[in-house]
Every structure is written in structure tokens, then in C-alpha cells.
């Protein structure tokens, strides 16, 4: 139960740690369940690709999230707007959308079509979620980027004058959660349980930021 919390914490950790709010973590994970569960329908019964749907519904929920942190990156890193609204933007818009596409591909907003047993993804985000956890440590405390990432949130005027691009890599921190939170929500969907329903995630995306700051936003605290 705690898988999809743990990855959406970690990516948000990164996106916080580079300076931008993670109040979109919510949207992020509904881009996610939705996508996953949609193409992994669509890849089991119009492409007829057997096991390797689920695996494809993962990678296109991450691609989700991606897509979605992108636009919460050039509206807060690029426009300058607001970052708590767009954030409360994102997460009432994704409470929308996942219902209105499902009502034009299969006909109904509330739920997408029951995925048969074998095509639900195995274990695989339980194990890349506790071992994403030292990753992040490692990338956090052990390395340039993560170096950069934390004096980027810290300190950005010494950031820059040290040469380091404040804007790109808030960008990778973005996305970076982007990335995790839709690999969270395609647990919820393909994973957890065998298709999408409205407001899946249902406020994990804010216990998701609760934890990560409870945890001080450091990975293992979090985790815990």
C-alpha cells in the first residue's frame, strides 16, 4: 500500500529540493493510473500484445506524468505563475479529464474496462520503489547533479554565479517527479487493482507531500 505513496514522495522530493512546490503531485498520479490502465487495454485487446501490456501501460504513464510535470514546469519555471495554483490547477483538472476521455473511448466516465489477471503488472514497482529510495539517496547526497539540485533550491544566486543553470535544473527536478508520481499512479491502476476509477488516487498525492515533509525531505525519512 505504501508503493505509489513512496514514488510520489521521492519525485517530489526532487522537484522541492530544486525549489518548485510539489502541489501537482496528485494530477501527476491521476495522469498516471488513467494512461496506464487505458493503454493497457488498448495493447491487450487491439494490439494483441499479451503480457507485455502491462509494461507498456507503465512506460506510458510515465511518459503521462512527464507530459504533465512539463506543463507545470513552463507554467511555474518559464511563466512564472504561481506554483500552489498551478499546482491546485493541475490536480482539479486531472480530477476531469481521466473521466472524459474514458467516456469517449469506452463509453464510460466512471471506470475504464476490467483488465484480465495476468495482464496486471507484477511486483516490479515494490522493488523499484524501496530501491529508489537509496537511488535518490545516493543521487541526492552523492553526486554533482544532486549537488546542484540542492543549491539550486537553497541558494540559487550562488548557484548561478557558480555557473550552474538554476532554470535547466529545475526542469529535471520537475520532471524527475513527473516521472515517479506516474509510475505510482500505474501501480494504483495496473497493479493495485485491474482498471481506473474516477479520483482513483483519492488525496494520495497530499499524503504523498505530508510524508515527504514529515520526512524533512530527505528519501529514507520519508520512506519511514
Not at 502491462?54 to 506510458?60: E, F, H, I, K, T
Not at 473521466?99 to 503488472?121: D, N, R, V
Not at 507484477?122 to 539540485?149: D, E
Not at 529535471?172 to 474516477?198: D, E, K, M, N
Amino acid at each position: 500500500l505504501s508503493t505509489p505513496l513512496i514514488l510520489a514522495a521521492l519525485g517530489g522530493m526532487f522537484s522541492e529540493r530544486s525549489g518548485v512546490i510539489s502541489i501537482a503531485l496528485e494530477g501527476k498520479m491521476l495522469a498516471g493510473a488513467f494512461t496506464a490502465a487505458a493503454v493497457t487495454y488498448a495493447a491487450d485487446t487491439k494490439l494483441h500484445m499479451g503480457n507485455a501490456s502491462p509494461w507498456v501501460g507503465l512506460l506510458a504513464a510515465i511518459l503521462a506524468g512527464l507530459f504533465i510535470a512539463a506543463i507545470y514546469a513552463v507554467a511555474c519555471i518559464r511563466f512564472k505563475a504561481d506554483q500552489v495554483v498551478s499546482g491546485a490547477a493541475i490536480n482539479i483538472l486531472m480530477l476531469g479529464i481521466p473521466g472524459f476521455l474514458s467516456g469517449a473511448f469506452f463509453l464510460s466516465s466512471g471506470s475504464t474496462p476490467q483488465l484480465p489477471k495476468e495482464h496486471l503488472i507484477p511486483l516490479t514497482p515494490i522493488v523499484i520503489a524501496f530501491a529508489m529510495v537509496f537511488v535518490s539517496w545516493y543521487v541526492m547526497y552523492r553526486t554533482p547533479f544532486g549537488l546542484r539540485l540542492r543549491a539550486v533550491g537553497e541558494k540559487p544566486e550562488a548557484a548561478d554565479a557558480a555557473g550552474v543553470s538554476v532554470t535547466q535544473t529545475r526542469y529535471w527536478g520537475v520532471l524527475l517527479a513527473g516521472a515517479l508520481a506516474g509510475i505510482g499512479g500505474a501501480y494504483l491502476s495496473i497493479g493495485q487493482s485491474s482498471l481506473f476509477t474516477r479520483n482513483m488516487t483519492a488525496g494520495r498525492g497530499f499524503i504523498a507531500l505530508a510524508a515527504l515533509i514529515f520526512g524533512k525531505w530527505r528519501p529514507v525519512q520519508t520512506m519511514l
